[in-house]
């Protein structure tokens, strides 16, 4: 098991007593059964395109799960220009205790990609079903924000985002798109209040395996060690503390922003961008691992034992 006061106190300020506490499992609530449940659901209402029905009726699941926890949710809706044409876009952002001088932010993006790229055959222009790619995330966040409320204390809060259109386009230029806007229209007393972030992208994976990002280790190296330690106090297998990964994800806009964003991913993953990519390939067991680890992530944040700010 890695040491967080190690890896987080030490290191930062050369003296054992500066050393926050350890990290502990504070919750055991996450059940990757509910989770699973809300996978399906988004799924069976089809591929959440962009501005199509079964978009407009996943973000109103989100919405209507969300207002059973949170404290506000609202609509970041704007217009992205494609060509000559406009399409609309929202971006679903809730918070708990939204006014805490100290805020973590939890992310995922909730759209699927318009075309199946790594299929062939007339396969590659439909759709995705997006289970892994899109609905894992959403699933688990929504299953974080039920567990969490009413757990926090009233110094510390959580930022639910659920962004539009990160799979929408065939280059980068035209991906992440609601995280390019949320980013570019960051509040200054939000920015000054999120302490770290973490964004999950096909986390349910039946043969999970999320390896250290590159990207994110830059700017949040020590969310995955406290990820680490805590895989250690849970007796899960899920995090490899070897090998690593680079990912071009809706934490770079964020990260680019100033927030210090980690992106849990699985990119090992066969059935990515393909018609695959269903429920059958997913699974409630890492879906309930990756809960497990951000709820208690969550809650030892809330509780004062894990802050990036004690390693600036």
């Avoid at 098991?1 to 502990?24: F, K, T, V």
């Avoid at 949320?182 to 395996?209: E, N, P, T, Y």
Wanted: charged share 20%; hydrophobic share 45%.
């Amino acid at each position: 098991m890695l040491i967080a006061a190690l890896a987080m106190g030490l290191a930062a300020h050369g003296d054992p007593s500066a050393a926050e506490p350890a990290l502990r499992v504070l919750g055991l609530r996450f059940s990757g059964v509910r989770a699973m449940k809300l996978l399906r659901r988004q799924v069976a209402m089809g591929p959440r395109v962009p501005a199509s029905v079964p978009h407009a009726h996943t973000r109103q699941l989100i919405e209507h799960e969300l207002g059973k926890y949170a404290d506000s949710v609202e609509e970041q809706s704007f217009l992205y220009q494609e060509g000559a044409s406009q399409l609309p876009m929202t971006n679903i952002i809730a918070y708990m205790h939204p006014d805490a001088p100290r805020l973590a932010l939890v992310a995922a993006h909730y759209d699927t990609r318009p075309f199946a790229d790594q299929d062939t055959g007339a396969s590659r222009e439909l759709p995705i079903p997006g289970a892994n790619d899109g609905a894992s995330g959403v699933a688990v966040l929504l299953e974080l924000a039920r567990v969490l409320s009413g757990e926090l204390p009233d110094d510390a809060g959580v930022v639910f985002i659920f962004f539009d259109g990160e799979d929408y386009g065939h280059s980068l230029s035209t991906m992440f798109i609601g995280s390019r806007y949320f980013a570019q229209h960051l509040d200054a007393s939000l920015k000054a209040r999120v302490d770290f972030g973490v964004l999950l992208d096909m986390i349910g994976d039946r043969d999970l395996r999320i390896l250290r990002e590159t990207h994110s280790e830059a700017v949040a190296h020590p969310v995955f060690e406290a990820l680490l330690e805590l895989q250690g106090a849970l007796g899960l297998d899920v995090l490899s503390g070897s090998g690593s990964i680079t990912i071009f994800d809706d934490h770079l806009p964020l990260n680019a922003a100033g927030l210090r964003v980690y992106d849990l991913i699985d990119f090992t993953y066969e059935p990515w961008h393909t018609q695959e990519d269903t429920p059958g390939k997913c699974s409630s067991e890492s879906l309930h691992a990756v809960g497990l680890l951000m709820e208690n992530l969550l809650l030892n944040f809330a509780a004062g034992n894990f802050s990036l700010r004690m390693t600036q």
